[in-house]
């Protein structure tokens, strides 16, 4: 199994960095054989290994990717494979296999060519091969890859190549508020890569943080089981020159009875804050073979049944033991219309209300905040409910007593995608200038296609005639596969029509990024705002920008604003998308997408059409394809949109398109 380095990148789109899973599969070629404790000879071993800046010794905070597959025989030491990078800080000038094992730099062994068609994908030379001193440090698991950028010479990705039976065990860790054993209601998220040798107890990594409610001022990684509060098994270094970056000590090694403690899930990574000195995020460290299995889930107006149109959202995290069904975890909520009175977990299908079967603590202090009470334990119904998405939270208001934002709970397995797509005139084929946006979300059965969801509206031109769902690739116009019921309440509310279930070729359209959403108005009858459904794991990428004087170089003080949305196909460069401006000091008189760094100017990669009747709209040009140095810098964030006006010919409006979080 290999995963698309576009399913890496979607994880940003929960507000999280990206954390990532290491998969290593066995492949026998022909002469097989063996006893299970060793590699027997003749094997090809496939290697998947995924890169971040955790392991870079020394750390690198970054956005960056890499997802890497490895092929090699372990009798001849011939290696092939090929890795693709994504969001670098700098662009990318060097990959290498190098010598050197976990938390320790070495010597280069392999240097990997740049592709000539796809410039952000690297490759083992052809004929290459390990020499046999080499080869055993490969598969000992001393032997690691790096990518290097012109931004981080030394190194600004890096993963060590476990080989099959290593001792080395990875294992990643979200942080949030919401596991804190007090929950933290925080826009602070946090991710963390532990390499620790379950022989040795060895251990080495990294975490970063961002978004905190107060300075970041000590990082540790405890003892304590799920829920609970434990001591200090090893603190962190905070890096001196960015506060959000900490790091095991060199040379750090758990004693017998701290590893036996990280191995059965009974330690967290914890950060702490000016504002939160107890810890503000949090993470339970949980190897492969846990018997944890942690589930996060965003709410949302729009999972209500039926919908509502709401600011509010939230988000729980729980901790659930498949072994004993203990249940650990938090909601919290932002911005509902009106103060939270009660939350729940429901037992319900996706778009059908149910019977509560947990009621959740509501924090005395913070009614944003609430738990799963303390000692809950499933019973064998509600966690069979659990473990087979039957369940949601749902969190009440004043304004809304039953119930203003729900999430379907759905297990890392589960056979339910969720597709959370923005609506913008951007998107729209033609481009429409509106401040009109939606939101819309999806819950599917990827193997029977049942659907449900709703799409919420706000500030549209004229008032909403009709929702759609389409047929049809980002960019181009296509049939009506689905119309959605507006609610007779409110006109800006559209939801899937209950008991709706998709057949084959519509099912296969979503799921390959060829469906839109889009809502038609008295204003514009033809559509006014639209968005592509890009399910996880979508080649395309969608990268929403604001624009401003002040990103201009040098920076230009005007009343405009501009906003862009482009959607770019990693694996073709196909492009599509549009930029619009307001409240320009003189006329529009040109847009482009440019290559530069932030604070940079570069030269044209995309001249956008003007529009004949908005002066104030650009739009990239049909059958539009980015290839070469120009994908590499848009996939690095290295590009940037830029509206010239007749009052700023040199640009009145510039907005760097990034790989971020937001996107």
């Known amino acids: 199994m290999k995963f698309n380095i576009s399913t890496l990148f979607n994880n940003f789109h929960n507000g999280f960095r990206s954390i990532f899973f290491l998969i290593i599969v066995v492949v026998f070629a022909g002469c097989g054989g063996g006893n299970g404790s060793s590699t027997p000879t003749g094997q090809v071993i496939s290697i998947a ?16 990717i890499g997802d890497a597959s490895i092929s090699v025989n372990d009798q001849s030491g011939g290696i092939t494979g090929s890795l693709q990078v994504l969001g670098l800080t700098g662009t990318p000038t060097v990959v290498h296999i190098h010598d050197g094992a976990a938390g320790t730099n070495g010597g280069i062994l392999v240097t990997l060519e740049q592709d000539t068609t796809q410039p952000n994908t690297f490759n083992i030379p052809a004929n290459t091969s390990l020499s046999s001193a080499d080869l055993t440090k490969l598969l000992n698991s001393e032997t690691y890859l790096q990518v ?23 294992i990643e860790t979200p942080l949030s508020g919401e596991e804190v054993s007090s929950p933290v209601a925080t826009n602070g998220t946090g991710s963390g890569v532990i390499l620790l040798n379950s022989n040795t107890g060895d251990i080495f990594g990294a975490m970063n943080v961002e978004n905190l409610g107060g300075n970041p001022t000590a990082g540790h990684l405890h003892s304590g089981a799920p829920g609970s509060n434990g001591g200090i098994l090893v603190a962190f270094d905070q890096n001196t020159n960015d506060a959000n970056l900490f ?62 149109v709401t600011d509010g959202t939230g988000k729980g995290v729980l901790l659930f033991n498949t072994t004993t069904n203990a249940l650990f975890g938090a909601v919290t909520t932002r911005n509902l219309s009106s103060a939270a009175t009660l939350g729940h977990i429901h037992n319900a299908l996706p778009g059908v209300n149910g019977g509560v079967s947990i009621t959740l603590d509501q924090d005395t202090n913070d009614t944003n905040i609430f738990s799963v009470p303390a000692n809950t334990v499933l019973d064998a119904t509600n966690s069979s409910n659990l473990l087979a998405s039957e369940t949601y939270f749902q969190i009440h208001s004043n304004n809304l007593p039953t119930g203003e934002v729900r999430g379907q709970i759905l297990p890392e397995d589960s056979e339910y995608s969720r597709i959370t797509t923005a609506l913008t005139g951007l998107e729209v084929s033609p481009a429409v200038n509106t401040s009109g946006s939606g939101k819309s979300v999806l819950i599917v059965n990827n193997s029977t296609g049942d659907l449900s969801g709703a799409i919420s509206l706000r500030n549209l031109a004229g008032t909403a005639s009709a929702g759609h769902i389409h047929t049809g690739a980002a960019g181009d116009n296509g049939g009506v596969s689905l119309v959605y019921n507006q609610d007779g309440a409110d006109t800006n509310l559209f939801s899937v ?91 529009g008189t040109a847009g482009h997408i440019h290559a530069g760094a932030s604070g940079t100017n570069g030269g ?26 120009s994908l590499v810098e848009l996939l690095n964030s290295h590009t940037y949109f830029q509206i010239h006006s007749s009052a700023n010919a040199t640009g009145e409006l510039r907005g760097q398109i990034l790989l971020s979080p937001s996107n």
């Open 49 to 64: 290994a995924q890169l971040t800046g955790f392991e870079v010794v020394p750390a690198v905070n970054t956005n960056g």
């Open 148 to 170: 290097h950028s012109n931004v981080h010479a030394t190194g600004e990705l890096r993963a060590q190549i476990l080989a099959p039976n290593s001792d080395i065990t990875r």
């Open 247 to 308: 790091s095991i000590p060199a040379n750090t090694t758990l004693n017998s009875s701290n590893l036996s403690t990280v191995l059965v899930s009974n330690s967290y990574l914890q950060v702490h804050s000016s504002t939160v000195t107890t810890g503000e995020v949090r993470g339970q460290v949980l190897p492969a073979n846990s018997a944890f299995s942690r589930i996060t889930t965003p709410l949302s107006g729009e999972e209500i049944a039926g919908g509502i």
């Open 497 to 587: 029509p209950a008991n709706t279930t998709l057949n084959s070729a519509d099912l296969s359209s979503l799921l390959s990024s060829n469906t839109y959403l889009q809502v038609h108005s008295s204003a514009h009858t033809a559509g006014e705002v639209r968005g592509q459904a890009l399910p996880q794991g979508s080649d395309i990428l969608r990268l929403a920008t604001s624009l401003s004087g002040s990103e201009v170089v040098p920076a230009v003080t005007t009343p405009a604003t501009g906003e862009s949305v482009i959607l770019v196909n990693m694996t073709n460069g196909d492009l599509v998308g549009a930029a619009s401006s307001l409240n320009l000091q003189g006329p």
């Open 604 to 629: 044209i990669t995309v001249a956008l059409d003007q529009d004949t009747q908005d002066t104030d709209l650009f739009q990239v040009p049909d059958n539009t394809s980015v290839t070469g140095d």
